[in-house]
């Protein structure tokens, strides 16, 4: 067993033991993926965070990002620790009018609705190699719409790090060419 392959299982350990599903939330018919608990244990979330910095790595282990990006409001929590992990810098992308600074937007469509996500201009700079994260992947409506963001910047979204990827849902289809690294595929 590999360095890798023992981070990824105790990252798949911890998601398996701590995140619970909640039946009808926020909506009937749709099961949220609870991470509150992931979150309040130091080792699992360790384990996480170690294991989703890896899609930022090569296989030798030298980082190939320049910065790691973060949807709201879960891919914050994710995405700030993996980003220290790497050495890079962090950007939130947020809903409509939750950036104080000159933006870039997008209209998208996700799960149970819309939304209009913004990312600020020179949040990321032309060229550079950009890891996406969030919690879930689900129709990859939030996703896309991050990776549009980040080429509006002029960079280059090169993986999109998850914790969960809802497999039926085909979120990959949205992201094009840009590959997943999902922890976890149900």
């Not at 030798?60 to 700030?80: H, T």
């Not at 280059?156 to 990827?165: I, K, S």
Request: hydrophobic share 50%; with cysteine; net charge negative.
């Amino acid at each position: 067993m590999t360095v890798r392959d023992d981070v990824r299982e105790r990252a798949v350990e911890a998601l398996t033991r701590l995140v619970r599903d909640i039946e009808d939330f926020p909506e009937p018919g749709i099961v949220f993926k609870d991470i509150t608990p992931l979150l309040a244990d130091p080792a699992g979330f360790g384990a996480v965070v170690e294991a989703m910095a890896a899609a930022g790595r090569d296989e030798n282990g030298a980082v190939v990002v320049d910065k790691v990006v973060g949807m709201e409001a879960r891919g914050f929590i994710l995405a700030a620790p993996v980003a220290l992990a790497l050495g890079v810098g962090f950007a939130p992308v947020r809903k409509a009018g939750k950036l104080p600074h000159d933006t870039h937007q997008v209209d998208y469509a996700l799960e149970y609705g819309e939304a209009v996500l913004e990312l600020h201009r020179d949040a990321v700079a032309p060229g550079e190699r950009v890891l996406l994260v969030d919690d879930v992947l689900a129709t990859g409506g939030t996703a896309g719409a991050t990776c549009d963001l980040v080429r509006r910047c002029g960079a280059d979204p090169v993986g999109f790090a998850v914790l969960m990827e809802l497999g039926f849902l085909d979120g990959r289809a949205a992201l094009g060419e840009v590959p997943v690294h999902a922890l976890q595929r149900i």
